[in-house]
């Protein structure tokens, strides 16, 4: 049986090989950059939006390799003021942003892509994993989500914002990473994400997002997203909705999955060749 994440193809269509192809996009304000694995083959396939976290360091590169090999697209771009996209960052930028990357997606030139507008697939990772629940909420043809250690920013902004010292707490552990993004602070960030607490709260959104197929993986040593806040709830209530198709894990790791990359790359492989459209 061939493992796509520890194996190479035995085959190589010198026509259509596998390639990576530099993309840069507008949101409608300025561009955007990214880049896009190509599945080899002429036909058509179904493309994974992955989406990364907050700065970015973890662009989750060794996941797309994994999905390219088993015969999908992988895309995966920049958000505003981050990694050389234009524009100041922020977290409706970011949202904004991710609408605007499916919309890419649906539009693109299929010869140059290979892509099936038809069958986007969102997977995120912290930041990602609530830009992928969210959007997969306001999208009915968007049928197949994941959330990789998924920060659900609603519920945790109603947690801290009465709480002085859970808001220090958050700013100091947010202020490295807004020394390499462009245009903010971490109070901005903060404050906006308290502002849109009831918008932002993925629990809002369950019932639309009970009719998806749904992906959860939690790592237990997680003091970024910590599962008691971000995990937990959210799955509680998912679960508890009688239509919902949802496979939750736990992976005994940190935030980044940095000790168990393998054996996530493997669950979101698994997840993916269950998909029926």
Not at 181 to 197: C, F, H, P, R, Y
Not at 222 to 246: M, Q, R, T, Y
């Amino acid at each position: 049986m061939f493992d796509p994440v520890v194996q190479d193809s035995k085959y190589y269509n010198s026509e259509f090989p596998p390639s990576m192809i530099p993309v840069k996009f507008n949101n409608g304000k300025h561009n955007l950059l990214g880049t896009y694995f190509t599945a080899q083959g002429s036909e058509p396939k179904p493309t994974v939006l992955l989406l990364h976290g907050f700065p970015g360091n973890e662009v989750n590169f060794d996941i797309a390799h994994s999905i390219r090999r088993n015969k999908m697209n992988v895309f995966v771009f920049h958000y505003s003021g981050s990694w050389g996209s234009d524009g100041d960052y922020s977290w409706s930028n970011c949202i904004n942003d991710t609408n605007e990357a499916i919309k890419f997606l649906k539009n693109c030139d299929q010869k140059i892509y290979r892509n099936d507008p038809n069958k986007i697939i969102l997977v995120g990772h912290s930041l990602g994993g609530f830009n992928s629940f969210f959007h997969a909420s306001k999208y009915p043809e968007i049928k197949n989500a994941a959330w990789l250690a998924g920060f659900n920013f609603g519920y945790f902004a109603e947690f801290i914002k009465d709480v002085n010292e859970f808001k220090q707490i958050t700013l100091n552990t947010m202020l490295p990473s807004t020394q390499i993004v462009k245009g903010t602070t971490a109070q901005n960030l903060l404050d906006e994400m308290i502002a849109n607490s009831k918008e932002w709260n993925l629990i809002n959104y369950a019932n639309e997002l009970a009719k998806k197929n749904l992906l959860m993986v939690a790592a237990e040593y997680d003091n970024v997203a910590p599962n008691e806040i971000h995990f937990d709830p959210f799955l509680k209530v998912l679960e508890g909705l009688n239509s919902i198709e949802i496979t939750a894990k736990r992976l005994p790791s940190g935030h980044s999955f940095a000790s168990k990359r393998i054996e996530l790359q493997k669950i979101i492989i698994n997840w993916l060749n269950k998909i029926t459209w």
